[in-house]
């Protein structure tokens, strides 16, 4: 594991500071790690030069210790909510033994973190596990079946979305998008992490998985405008669309929602299936 950001920018490093210290302040971490495109500095000048500020995040994972007495996703959410205005972040939160536990397992993405992630915070209290054996085989076998799954589903999800915008039933059109979108998000960790958190919020999936490629970030980059209001019309679909009465949203929007869906899980076609060839050739030795 790294102990340095060197590698940032002023600004970033700022930052990362700022965020340190209000998450010691909320939530007592033993461990705070930087991982992701900011933990490596050939990986993060070239994700910055083509993908605007506004759709990247810090990845932070957040080591409690073990009994903390709160959730994992209450931590993350006050975390992310305690740091907004002062950095953007994307935080993991799991206790020091379930950490350990990947680790020694060879879970790819507890192993990488561990390798290559940057220890932001260390309370010296709780040592990091030695990373296990990650069997390349296994890997490279588990992400495609993970895809296989995920990707079946959420292609599912949006012919389903498809026949219900030709049927004028926009409102469950939207539903069904925001399914889709939840499967593939959830199949692109799968495929890249052997992992993926246990969330229906599509915006925390999104960011999760957008350090994996530029064009797969500007699909839904939640710019200022026309962009965030899209997106938030996505969000609504989970619950917005089915339960409330006054609810609505007009064809049009539900055809430029179908056509961007649409557009996600070909460029997630792509993305993946880039890396499970990068997978089967690790495998194969």
């Not at 060197?6 to 007592?28: D, F, G, N």
């Not at 950490?99 to 209290?125: C, H, K, P, T, Y």
């Not at 588990?142 to 030709?166: C, T, V």
């Not at 409330?244 to 007009?250: H, R, S, V």
């Amino acid at each position: 594991m790294n102990n340095t950001s060197s590698h940032l920018e002023p600004h970033r490093r700022r930052e990362l500071e700022l965020a340190k210290r209000i998450i010691i302040q909320a939530v007592r971490p033993e461990k705070i790690i930087l991982f992701g495109v900011f933990s490596s500095g050939d990986e993060t000048r070239t994700y910055t030069e083509q993908v605007p500020p506004y759709v990247t995040t810090y990845d932070l994972l957040i080591v409690m210790k073990e009994g903390a007495g709160r959730s994992d996703y209450e931590l993350q959410d006050l975390v992310e909510d305690r740091c907004r205005g002062s950095a953007q972040v994307t935080a993991l939160v799991y206790d020091i033994g379930h950490v350990n536990r990947r680790i020694r397992e060879g879970q790819i993405f507890f192993a990488s973190v561990r390798r290559d992630g940057i220890l932001l915070f260390d309370a010296g209290r709780a040592p990091l596990a030695k990373p296990g054996i990650t069997d390349p085989v296994q890997v490279s076998l588990l992400a495609e079946s993970d895809f296989d799954r995920w990707s079946r589903q959420s292609i599912a999800f949006y012919r389903s979305a498809e026949f219900n915008l030709g049927a004028g039933e926009w409102k469950t059109a939207l539903f069904l998008l925001h399914q889709a979108v939840e499967q593939i998000y959830q199949a692109i960790l799968l495929v890249h992490m052997g992992y993926k958190p246990t969330t229906h919020n599509l915006d925390k999936l999104r960011r999760h998985t957008n350090r994996y490629s530029p064009e797969l970030a500007m699909v839904f980059p939640r710019s200022p405008g026309e962009e965030d209001r899209l997106f938030r019309l996505l969000l609504s679909g989970y619950v917005d669309a089915r339960y409330k009465d006054g609810f609505d949203i007009g064809e049009a929007d539900a055809r430029l929602l179908t056509e961007r869906v649409g557009r996600l899980l070909n460029v997630s076609e792509r993305v993946c299936r880039d890396h499970l060839a990068v997978l089967a050739k690790q495998a194969a030795g």
